[in-house]
């Protein structure tokens, strides 16, 4: 029951759902390389979930198989498997197979460094490079179903360096280059990684980042990391040391490396990535996908929900450290040959219009981005996008948290010109590719819904007892496997069947998303019901937070909530209790901000530290978060009778608002 009332909560608060009405249609000239009207795409959504095997087995004869498989889905739920005994390679869907096409010469990267330096690959230029990356892994030993970290900044060696795993059949789990040493650490440990590949440094905001060390405090003591490659970022410039015997120049492997490495015919099953996403417990869940699926998905979503077209010049934002990047940089334009824009730095260096100026000097088509990104634009204010052409825009796309209304017409005007259809596309590390999406050539869009299901997800509204919603306010499932899916948690099968397919008796998969449907069967998100909090597009679970508290030592307790924030989206207020003797100093306060930036990573500092003599807790021992959460807004206490001690809940709201 408890967990009913702070669900539902959640899903009264429909504020962000935009006056009815509000409808912006699709402009004629979109959907050319995909779907061009509302009559196509119903047709072929539905086509798609009544008889997945027959749509995902037409789409996948665009994939290069190295042998065919012999059964397009085999589903033992909660356990699919796609396209069973394929053989295939993922370096070769994105770089092979365009080589005696016009596609390799073309411009696969543009990259762009902070400080303003440019490189231009080509596919035939990413395909030598892999090549001989691939080759110098194997010399250093790197065989098929081994785990390599790859923790790097956005460089053009990064994407180089998973393609060079991919095509040696090695699994690759990059880190955010954002994470503290001890979290990229747990994550190597998690998955026994035996090589990590990085840089040197990198630019962020004016100044340097030292990566390599890094990784050395990170790597120091691993059992299972037998070396280091490190990528220099630039000549001399970034102070480091290399171990004998372990590190290696990336620069080296590759001088000395084969101009061909033959690609590893990998099952269609096999792993392709391990990519470590927050949950609701302090460890990291390390997500893995497989090659077939995962590659025919993030290929067919691209183009559909891009538009994507010959000329394109495509800009996604994201990191390659997160699902974004791996989807929607490397592995989904790749396999379609688009040209792509990738910068390292900041959107705010040297001044707050670098991106519109990197968008008027390439001639960006396609700009994806995400809210947390949209809300700082705002705030900077339009003078700094107003004197930049943006004219070569045509699409414009958000991923990774709820986009106001407010924001949605603001990107909408003063961005896209009231001429760039807007995708809000709604997906998670888990689907792996696109789910939830406007397709630009043939949806309405409304200002914050996501819209409809991608082809292939058969997307459903339930109350907690699991029956389906076809208008209001619910928890958001899927009712059929997808070829993107992921396949598992690496190392704990249990968990993936626990946290995903067990809320309703294993009849859907829980996306952990609230979700509201209107009167169109639109989609609005709501947000997570989870312990997950967004901050800026990144999702941190507040367990993790949690434990990295107790692990200071004046503290002995530690609770963690979400709140809204102008910018972020959410900000994250801990509340925290201390040992005997310990002082609620303001200086305390800022150790223990400071501390979970270096513990986790600067972008879970907290907005704010409280102490606490005691939390808030359930009669049997269980933080009421609910309850944190609504002190933390200023919102009214709700239900207090599960309480233990309701007194502490007044003092510590009285304590909240007095500070
Ligand atoms: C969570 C997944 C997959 C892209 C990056 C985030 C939230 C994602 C939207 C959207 C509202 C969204 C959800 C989801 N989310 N896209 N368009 N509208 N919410 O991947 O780190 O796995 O996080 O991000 O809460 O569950 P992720």
Not at 107 to 128: C, F, H, M, N, Q
Not at 334 to 348: C, D, K, L, S, V
Request: glycine share 10%.
């Amino acid at each position: 029951m408890k967990a009913k009332k702070s669900e539902t909560e959640r899903l009264s608060d429909l504020s962000r759902v935009s006056d009815e009405g509000e409808i912006y249609q699709p402009p004629a000239w979109a959907g050319e390389t995909g779907t061009p009207s509302m009559s196509v795409y119903l047709k072929r959504w539905k086509y798609s979930v009544e008889d997945p095997e027959g749509f995902w087995g037409e789409l996948a004869r665009e994939l290069v198989w190295e042998k065919k498989y012999e059964k397009v889905l085999e589903w033992n739920r909660p356990h699919a498997r796609w396209f069973v005994g394929g053989k295939l390679n993922a370096s070769v869907q994105c770089l092979d197979k365009h080589l005696n096409t016009p596609v390799a010469e073309k411009t696969a990267l543009v990259w762009i460094g902070e400080p303003g330096e440019k490189k231009t690959l080509s596919y035939r230029d990413l395909y030598t490079l892999v090549n001989k990356l691939a080759s110098g892994l194997k010399k250093l030993g790197v065989k098929r179903g081994d785990r390599v970290a790859i923790y790097m900044p956005m460089l053009p060696e990064l994407p180089i360096a998973c393609l060079a795993c991919a095509r040696i059949g090695a699994i690759h789990s990059v880190v955010f280059a954002g994470f503290a040493p001890q979290s990229l650490r747990d994550r190597i440990d998690d998955c026994g990684a035996s090589v990590v590949i990085t840089s040197d440094g990198g630019w962020r905001r004016g100044s340097k980042m030292l990566v390599k060390d890094i990784v050395d405090s990170a790597v120091d003591g691993s059992q299972t990391i037998t070396n280091v490659v490190v990528v220099k970022r630039g000549g001399d410039v970034f102070s480091h040391e290399m171990k004998q015997g372990r590190d290696v120049y990336y620069e080296n492997l590759v001088a000395d490396g084969d101009e061909f490495v033959a690609p590893e015919p990998m099952d269609s099953e096999d792993p392709l990535f391990i990519l470590y996403t927050s949950g609701t417990t302090g460890k990291p869940k390390g997500i893995f996908h497989t090659h077939a699926g995962y590659l025919l998905g993030t290929l067919v979503s691209s183009r559909e929900v891009f538009d994507l077209r010959d000329n394109d010049i495509f800009w996604c934002t994201a990191d390659i450290g997160w699902i974004t990047g791996h989807s929607y940089v490397i592995y989904g334009p790749m396999q379609n040959g688009a040209t792509q824009i990738m910068y390292e730095g900041a959107p705010n260096y040297p001044n707050p219009d670098r991106f519109w100026e990197i968008v008027e000097q390439e001639k960006v088509t396609i700009f994806y981005t995400a809210p947390t990104a949209i809300r700082a634009f705002m705030s900077w204010g339009d003078k700094w996008i107003k004197p930049r052409d943006l004219s070569s825009l045509r699409l414009l796309g958000t991923v990774g948290e709820p986009i106001n209304p407010e924001v949605w017409r603001w990107y909408h005007k003063t961005i896209g010109a009231e001429r760039c259809p807007i995708v809000d596309t709604w997906w998670q590390t888990e689907t792996g590719s696109i789910s939830i999406t406007p397709l630009p050539g043939s949806t309405p869009t409304k200002p914050g819904s996501a819209t409809l299901p991608f082809y292939g997800i058969d997307a459903v509204v339930l109350d907690e007892s699991g029956a389906e919603l076809s208008e209001g306010g619910g928890l958001l499932a899927i009712r059929k496997p997808w070829p993107a899916m992921m396949r598992g948690i690496w190392g704990d099968e249990q968990r993936y069947i626990d946290t995903y397919w067990s809320r309703w008796e294993g009849k859907y998969y829980f996306a952990g998303d609230a979700a509201y449907r209107d009167k169109d069967g639109y989609f609005w998100i709501v947000g997570r019901v989870d312990d997950v909090v967004n901050v800026s597009g990144h999702r941190i679970g507040t367990a993790e937070l949690e434990s990295a508290f107790i692990e200071h030592e004046a503290v002995i307790e530690a609770a963690v909530v979400g709140v809204p924030h102008k910018i972020k989206g959410e900000g994250l207020v801990g509340f925290v209790s201390l040992r005997e003797g310990e002082q609620h100093t303001e200086e305390l306060a800022e150790e223990l901000r400071e501390w979970i930036a270096k513990k986790i990573g600067k972008f879970a500092r907290p907005e704010r530290v409280m102490f606490v003599d005691d939390l808030p807790k359930t009669r049997s021992g269980k933080i009421i978060r609910r309850l944190l959460r609504n002190i933390a807004t200023g919102r009214e206490l709700g239900d207090v009778t599960t309480l233990a001690d309701a007194s502490t809940l007044e003092k510590l709201r009285q304590q909240y608002q007095e500070e």
